[in-house]
């Protein structure tokens, strides 16, 4: 129940410090972003996601967060990495999970934002005052990511796509998403 509370507080606070519309977001509080990722104090495994990645979000947690598909399909992304996808009714509106076993994907996240105009759309945060995390959102592609490590060498991502060239608000399915997977690595 406590894990739950601080879930619910974690979450409120970032979906905070991420309102406003996708073409004037409001920046979240606090010092510019620094390049520098954190490190995992207290690090757990994917377990068995890397292997089952579509196992990641139950029927009922995929209707909670509104996504209206009910199975994933698993399938593998351009490095041969297994993830699922989810579509909607719109065929190129996807929503995936990417676990990565063998990488510092969150490294790879803090090191893409080029110029400093991309890093206005990045946001970082610590899912439920844990893990580092980051969200980062490109409107001239309409995709949302929340991304997470979970130790140095292992994190995954929630992407969702809209596949309408607008990306919904703060991200709230990815997050939310996000914090569902959490709760399970960490019992």
């Not at 593998?76 to 999970?97: H, Q, V, Y």
């Amino acid at each position: 129940m406590l894990g739950r509370v601080v879930a619910t507080v974690a979450l409120l606070a970032f979906l905070g410090a991420c309102t406003g519309s996708a073409s004037n977001p409001t920046p979240p509080p606090g010092p510019t972003v620094s390049r520098v990722v954190p490190t995992v104090a207290d690090p757990v495994d994917l377990g068995s996601l890397s292997a089952k990645p579509c196992d990641a979000l139950s029927i009922t947690e995929r209707e909670s967060i509104g996504l209206l598909a009910k199975e994933g399909q698993e399938t593998r992304d351009s490095e041969g990495r297994l993830i699922c996808l989810w579509s909607g009714k719109n065929p190129s509106a996807t929503f995936m999970f990417i676990p990565y076993a063998d990488k510092p994907i969150l490294r790879d996240v803090y090191a893409s934002a080029p110029t400093i105009s991309d890093l206005a759309r990045f946001t970082t945060y610590s899912a439920l005052n844990r893990f580092p995390a980051a969200m980062t959102t490109d409107e001239r592609s309409s995709v949302c990511m929340v991304t997470v490590a979970i130790s140095d060498n292992q994190g995954f991502q929630f992407r969702e796509d809209t596949g309408d060239g607008q990306v919904r608000g703060s991200c709230s399915r990815p997050a939310d998403a996000t914090l569902s997977v959490l709760g399970k690595l960490i019992g």
